[in-house]
């Protein structure tokens, strides 16, 4: 019998994560074609059916799906070093935002910033990511707050992931915050984000998802329903962040415009997870490295709201301000330490639920035939070890579409 040929084989894993129920249990190979995964099993199986034009030794390690993180701020052009010294003093961060810090400071950076150099820093940011295994994520622009700033954030996110490879899901975030220009008016700004800012972002074709911050000292839920309303008669997907420091009624409004997901949720309320759990299609986006960033006490209830059936994810909500970290790694680390989540838990968040919630569950976050061949190999002996260790990276290679990165 002649063998086929295919593009890659994967051999000598310790075990090979899947998230499809027909992997065999003994699987320690797998076989990739014209960019997808056709087949996972053992060695000898593999070798006795194909012929690789390159093969990859896994040594042992772990092969899971490659990382998608379905939240990160990757648009800005310097870091906020400076506010973690202001944090070990005590102040609190929509204080830090009132000094003019915070979320406005990387405003008037990314204002500044010439396209060009915008550029470079968006791609360094995507490669940082893609050393810590993330193979696809959905990126958000929201350190412009005005239509060019925005359009411009918008833009060099596709630019940069386009010359990274990196696969990206757009999120424009205009409703991050009122910018100081229309602190004493901020329904001048929400009728520029509803009138001009939404349809220009959509005539562009720039951003699938809209989203907005609803919390004490930015968006309340009366002006978030507004917008909301309008991102879905443009057509928009919602993606919203809610209940990070307060409860006003964030997560119930999601729910009800059917969002995609309600991300943060640190003060989440009874009658908010009881709202998730009812609807079982808006996710739960879970950012465990921002409460400790932030030196807060409080936690996301993780645990209870998959006990409940919430679909969740799990990111890494990288930004300059309140999680400076691109590694989904470490994310899976402080879910499985504050949010009390097994590593089975905390893979899948990942990669198959993070895949999910942005509806790429098709092609991204599993391994199964037919998806694609995004992988990763982790110098870990078996799953149990995975978010065990911190301040280090696991991800010794990393596969996109069955080629191997260097």
Known sequence: MSLKPCQLLVFHAGSVITWDSATPAQADALIVDQGKVVAVGSEAEMRAAWSPASELNAEGGLVVPGFVDAHVHPVFAVGRAEEFDWRAEGVEYLEIAKRGGGILSSVRHVREAEEEDLLMKVRSHFRRMRRHGTTACEGKSG??????????????????????????????????MFPLEHRENPERYLDILCEEMLP???????????????????????????????????????????????????????????????????????????????????????????????????????????QAGVPYFVATDFNPGSSYTPSLPEAAHFARIRLNLSAEQALFGVTLGAARSLGVEAQKGHLGPGADADLLVLDLPDLYHFGYAFGENPVVKVVVAGEVQQ
Request: hydrophobic content about 45%.
């Open 143 to 176: 350190y412009g707050l005005s239509t060019e700033a925005e359009l411009k954030s918008l833009r060099v996110m596709q630019q940069a992931a386009d010359a990274e490879g990196m696969p990206l899901s757009a999120t424009f975030l205009g409703a991050h």
């Open 200 to 306: 220009a972002v959509k005539e562009q074709g720039i951003a699938r998802a809209a989203d907005i911050f609803i919390e004490e000292g930015a968006f309340n839920a009366t002006q978030a329903r507004r917008y909301c309303e309008r991102a879905k008669e443009l057509g928009f997907a919602l993606r919203i962040h809610a209940d990070q420091f307060h409860e006003i009624g964030g997560t119930q409004l999601a729910v009800e415009m059917e969002a995609e997901c309600v991300d943060h949720l640190e003060a989440l309320s009874d009658s908010g997870l009881e709202a998730l759990a009812l609807s079982g299609k808006t996710f739960a986006g879970l950012l465990p490295t921002v409460p400790h960033f932030l030196r807060q006490k409080i936690d996301a209830p993780g645990k209870k709201l998959i």
